[in-house]
């Protein structure tokens, strides 16, 4: 006979683990899609702006590396790349020790867009937030600092 793995209850709100998982995925999920309806232009997928929002982090990279770190494949982080290209988002120059590769890089335009995206998002985010009570604004800053430490895991 098997036993019925034991219930986990969170701390505070005495749910059990993975009910808290399901309420929580279905949040953040709400908020991220609303979150990305807010950009600086509608020429730009969200695929393609996370891409920039790489390039605006780590600086210049090789496609290879853009995939990587996207989790797609590289034949379409090439086809993403080139879209970008096509816009004046990106650039794309040779490899300065390895002259197989490029490197990719934001232009200046690039840069506009992933600024003006972020107010955006930053601006519809605090106008939400200033809808809460101070409580709940507290409550959601530990959540923040609890959910960046879920996301490294």
């Known amino acids: 006979m098997t036993q019925a793995p034991p219930e986990h209850h969170t701390a505070q709100s005495g749910r059990r683990a993975p009910a808290l998982a399901a309420e929580l995925r279905t949040a953040i999920m709400r908020t991220s899609r609303r979150l990305r309806q807010e950009r600086s232009t509608d020429d730009v997928t ?8 790489v390039l605006d982090r780590h600086g210049p990279c090789t496609p290879r590396e853009l995939a990587a770190e996207e989790k797609v494949q590289p034949p379409s982080m090439t086809r993403t790349v080139g879209a970008l290209a096509e816009l004046g988002l990106v650039d794309r120059t040779e490899h300065p020790t390895d002259g197989r590769q490029v490197l990719v890089a934001l232009t200046e335009q690039g840069r506009v867009v992933v600024r003006e995206t972020r107010q955006r998002r930053d601006a519809w985010l605090a106008r939400r937030l200033a809808e809460l009570t101070p409580a709940e604004r507290a409550t959601l800053a530990e959540a923040a600092a609890l959910l960046q430490r879920v996301a490294q895991a």
């Open 46 to 53: 969200p695929g393609q702006y996370s891409v920039l929002a």
